[in-house]
Structures are given as structure tokens and as C-alpha cells.
T-cell receptor
Framework: KQEVTQIPAALSVPEGENLVLNCSFT??????LQWFRQDPGKGLTSLLL???SQREQTSGRLNASLDKSSGRSTLYIAASQPGDSATYLC?????????????WGAGTKLIIKP | EAGVAQSPRYKIIEKRQSVAFWCNPI?????LYWYQQILGQGPKLLIQFQNNGVVDDSQLPKDRFSAERLKGVDSTLKIQPAKLEDSAVYLC?????????????FGPGTRLLVL
């Protein structure tokens, strides 16, 4: 069974700290991996998509890395701000019978304290 | 470009009642997904449409859930009768056709509470 695990489930840090969110997956034959942000009462917003041929992607203060050999991805947030408070989910992109699907982790709830 | 629209945003019903959710995907997006997200969990795929055809409904509880996308554009998801464990956020997402790295675009979701 394909599984995606995110650790920790919740994280609270003071504003300004750099932090790392972790995502691990059981199937090493990964295609692509994607990080999303979810704000309360809202849908999911894509942050970064790492293709299987890539090792990392960067957008502003966010950097996502992908290590297929260890089955892990990390999301690095630099100089955290209260506006970064949200739930962060990673999803492995799979092709199931030629259908493009996402296999989700349960998310890490991040709170940035002012 | 307008995003994925969903309605209603919130719904409270009693168990054994029926409820319907509506989704309008981004114009031109051929693939539409319905997800169920229970509090503290990641989204669970319920059904995937390609145009107006179902390509995956393996996790849809077909005894109570149904979905359709008759004209290959907007879609409805229905629950009848609802159970307490159906309380969740129901997310709709759409995906453009074509090759290459793609991303799903999500609507704001419908939050369902079954009492």
C-alpha cells in the first residue's frame, strides 16, 4: 500500500525561526511530489511541485527537496512569519491506471508565534 | 482566471437526511476530483471524472454516495442517507489536460456537519 507520512503532526515556533517539515513515502518509484498549504476554512493551495528528475524547488522563503533513495521530502521555511501559520500537506503524485492522482499525508499544523 | 467554485460552503443536517454539493471547475479543465477530508487527516479521493466519464470511484461508498458530471463541466456529489461519520470537508479539484508536470486546483470546500 502506498503511504505518505508527515512528521511532526503539529509544530509551534517563534516568529523568525527557520524550520523544516518532513514527509516520507513508502514507494521509491516516485513520480513527482507536491507540497500544499491549507488555511482554515479554505481549500488547498499548491506551494511547490518537485518532479522526479529534480532534487529541489524554491519559491521565495520556501525550499522543498526530494530524496527518492531515502523516500523523503522536506519543506524548509526560512525566517518564519505569523502569516505562515497553516497546515502543510505533502502529496505524492501517482499515475493509477493512467489516471493522475495524489496520495496524501495527514499534514503538519504549523503555528508561528509573534 | 476564475478558480474552482463550490457551494454551499457550509451545511448542517441530521443523520439520515440527504445533501448535495456542487462544483464548477476551472474552464477547460477536463479532469475533476471529489475528495473527503476528515479533521486531522489528508484528503481522501472519492471519485475522479475525465470529462463526463468516471475513471476512478473505487473509494466512493456507493451505497450512500453518488456523483455525476453530466455535461463534462460542473459536477454534483450527493449523500443519501447521511451518517455521523460523513462529517467532513468535501473538496473539489480540477486538472488541465495535457502532458507534463501539472497541479490540481482546489475549491474552498464544503464543510458538512451531520448531527
Amino acid at each position: 500500500k502506498q503511504e505518505v507520512t508527515q512528521i511532526p503532526a503539529a509544530l509551534s515556533v517563534p516568529e523568525g525561526e527557520n524550520l523544516v517539515l518532513n514527509c516520507s513515502f513508502t514507494d521509491s518509484a516516485i513520480y513527482n511530489l507536491q507540497w500544499f498549504r491549507q488555511d482554515p476554512g479554505k481549500g488547498l493551495t499548491s506551494l511547490l511541485l518537485i518532479q522526479s528528475s529534480q532534487r529541489e524547488q524554491t519559491s521565495g522563503r520556501l525550499n522543498a527537496s526530494l530524496d527518492k533513495s531515502s523516500g523523503r521530502s522536506t519543506l524548509y521555511i526560512a525566517a518564519s512569519q505569523p502569516g505562515d501559520s497553516a497546515t502543510y500537506l505533502c502529496a505524492r503524485i501517482a499515475t493509477v491506471d493512467s489516471n493522475y492522482q495524489l496520495i496524501w499525508g495527514a499534514g503538519t499544523k504549523l503555528i508561528i508565534k509573534p | 482566471e476564475a478558480g474552482v467554485a463550490q457551494s454551499p460552503r457550509y451545511k448542517i443536517i441530521e443523520k439520515r437526511q440527504s445533501v448535495a454539493f456542487w462544483c464548477n471547475p476551472i474552464s477547460g479543465h477536463a479532469t475533476l476530483y471529489w475528495y473527503q477530508q476528515i479533521l486531522g487527516q489528508g484528503p481522501k479521493l472519492l471519485i475522479q471524472f475525465q470529462n463526463n466519464g468516471v475513471v476512478d470511484d473505487s473509494q466512493l461508498p456507493k451505497d450512500r454516495f453518488s456523483a455525476e458530471r453530466l455535461k463534462g463541466v460542473d459536477s454534483t456529489l450527493k449523500i443519501q442517507p447521511a451518517k455521523l461519520e460523513d462529517s467532513a470537508v468535501y473538496l473539489c479539484a480540477s486538472l488541465a489536460a495535457g502532458q507534463g508536470a501539472k497541479t490540481q486546483y482546489f475549491g474552498p470546500g464544503t464543510r458538512l456537519l451531520v448531527l
